[in-house]
């Protein structure tokens, strides 16, 4: 594995203060590696994006991160805390290290502005050196990675359509060629064939740029497909974290067995479609024990009462870590599934 | 970047999970205007009023109007305001004239919102020829100037009341509060919830009524404040120069008396700082409740819950968009600490057993 790119460490994430503060994400440890994909999958209200925009900290109030590290490495220089940096640093670090590319991104350009407009703004704020040719070329030069022409620079954005738009806010994020991008299931709005074709693109400019995506989105069939390594987030926390082949074959916690039965896999033999009984747990009464335990087919007595810990299976190969008394760190898994 | 605000909803599911233990109501939940302390300040001060209104003429010691010997006399356990160069109870007075000041600022007031929505509110629903000339109607009545419209027509009507003066008011104050109206729904009726109502087959006067006019709630009640603000002024500003008539008593027509008996002059100012302390409580009360209505309807300026957080390591923060604030920023070497800072929830979890 190459170096890490983004660290998370421990993160911590309310909503409001106080008592009646609601825990969305609950110490989540998470690495990043450079050029790397990595997936979080969850249900609705699981903290996958409170995930996401907490490390950026662009969480609206009543939002506060009450703990951990969000450490990031530049690819020179000194790792820094993005959880310690005060708002002028935070502001050179956003779009020009970690790009963000927003849930329903299509509807984030501005009417009535022309495209160039707006991707040139950009440039504008964040290299101020630059000159307009410069500028221009550097827009036109995204827009072609994304696949779209650069003489549709000078459109608006009503004259484009919805998989274009995207690509265009794609493009707007790599402007500056961060060496992270955050992307909140950036094509839930487009339908299945726009979607494979611009996560398509996607990897292959990623192989090509090397920065790391951090892919949220509550379908794992494409993150299965797109994503070296998955994490599944359930109320607040990791449940499951593992190179997402391994993870496809090999579900640990049942919460990740119960994802991965909600789809049907296009090859091998047919299976029941189950899915996974129950709603998520309201984050204000948060079951005892395992989170999980009240919907889980598997629960032992010990669910109930004590939150297990994430941590390596005993089985299991380096690389992959569950939260699940079912296989606790320290035995084999094997013997206690029914 | 605007953060969408599915995100915030994301984090609080309401499913048939949700179950009773450990949520707490706080009170207001329902009404929380009642929560926004200014808004509460104002309107216990309005209530306040509103009761003088009701039974000030029953509560007043002496017949305002009535003369006694006791001429100019500053304020007393007899006379608690003081009394005028006739010898007239001033406290009496203003509890008196405190109805007519109520009245003729909120008729005013319901005259003027009913009109401004009537007129704004279709004007802007239906497009077209209506539109064209609702429009010119407001913009007409909108450089008509309202005070030496209502100066004259007061002084040609012989017996001009406070009812008079009131819809006066009214009629000519309703413009503004069209103008922003039908820029409102000019704005609502193209969202998608309305197209959709007008897809299903919803009747115009429906679509106003149950999908526009919700939406229209706050921007129609601070121009309703707005308007009672600007009516309570001009009437007593027609009363002080002495336009309407002032046999009926109110604040006004105390500091008209004032002002031509020269209460300064002599030092009576008993006779000119109660009314006017009246007048300026009632517009700070009215304009906290509207201070609170905006705060209600526009949750960037929303203050309430979100001031300046104290930090475990004594740092304070403060909640802003974009700029998330960090509470505590834990040391990653040490695995202790994490296991700390579990421990409240854990021991929370067991009290609810």
Known sequence: ?338 | MAVPAGTVDAATPAGPATVGTGVRHRPGRRLPLLRNRKAMTGLITLGFFAVVAVIGPWLAPYDPGRRSADLLQPPSGQHWFGTTHLGQDIFSQVLVGTRGVLLVGFTAGIVATLLAVVVGVTAGHLGGVADESLSVLSNVFLVIPALPLIIIVSAAIPESGDLTIALLIGLTSWAWGARVLRAQTLSLRRRDFVEAARATGESTWRIIAFEVLPNLTAVISSGFIGTVIFAVMSQITLAFIGISSISPWNWGTILYWAQSQQALAQGAWWWFVPAGLAIALLGTALALVNFGIDELVSPRLRTSGSGPIRTPDGRTVRMRTGFTPVLASAPPQSRQPRRQRRRPTTTRRSSRE
């Open chain 1, 1 to 338: 594995m190459s170096s890490p790119v983004l660290e998370i460490r421990n993160l911590c994430v309310d909503y409001g203060v106080g008592e009646t503060a609601v825990r969305a994400v609950r110490d989540v440890d998470l690495t990043l590696h450079r050029g790397q994909v990595l997936g979080l999958a969850g249900e609705s209200g699981s903290g996958k994006s409170t995930l996401a925009y907490g490390l950026t900290r662009l969480l609206p109030p009543p939002g506060v991160v009450t703990g951990g590290q969000v450490i990031y490495h530049p690819p020179a220089g000194a790792p820094v805390d993005v959880l310690a940096m005060t708002p002028a640093q935070l502001r050179r670090f956003r779009w020009a290290e970690t790009a963000v590319v927003f849930q329903g991104a299509m509807n984030s350009l501005n009417p009535v502005h022309r495209i160039s407009t707006q991707l040139l703004d950009v440039l504008k704020a964040h290299r101020p050196t630059s000159t307009a040719v410069g500028r221009r070329e550097r827009a036109q030069e995204v827009l072609r990675l994304v696949g779209i022409p650069a003489d549709r620079l000078d459109a608006y954005p009503h004259q484009l359509s919805g998989g274009m738009r995207q690509r265009v806010m794609i493009a707007m994020a790599l402007l500056l060629e961060p060496q992270l991008v955050i992307m909140d299931e950036p094509t839930t709005a487009l339908d299945v064939v726009m979607q494979r074709q611009i996560l398509g693109e996607l990897a292959q400019l990623r192989q090509r740029l090397e920065f790391a995506v951090l892919f949220i989105t509550h379908d794992l069939s494409l993150l299965v497909e797109f994503s070296d390594h998955i994490a599944i987030m359930y109320g607040g926390r990791v449940v499951e974290q593992a190179a997402s082949d391994r993870l496809y074959q090999q579900a640990l916690h049942p919460y990740t067995e119960g994802l991965l039965q909600s789809f049907p896999a296009l090859r091998g033999p047919l299976r029941t479609l189950t899915g996974i009984p129950g709603s998520p747990p309201d984050l204000r009464a948060m079951p005892t024990g395992c989170a999980f335990h009240p919907r889980c087919p598997y629960a032992l007595d010990v669910c109930r009462s004590r939150l297990p810990p994430l941590g390596r299976p005993a089985d299991s190969h380096a690389g992959r870590t569950v939260a699940c008394w079912l296989h606790p760190t320290a035995e084999p898994a094997t013997e206690t599934r029914p």
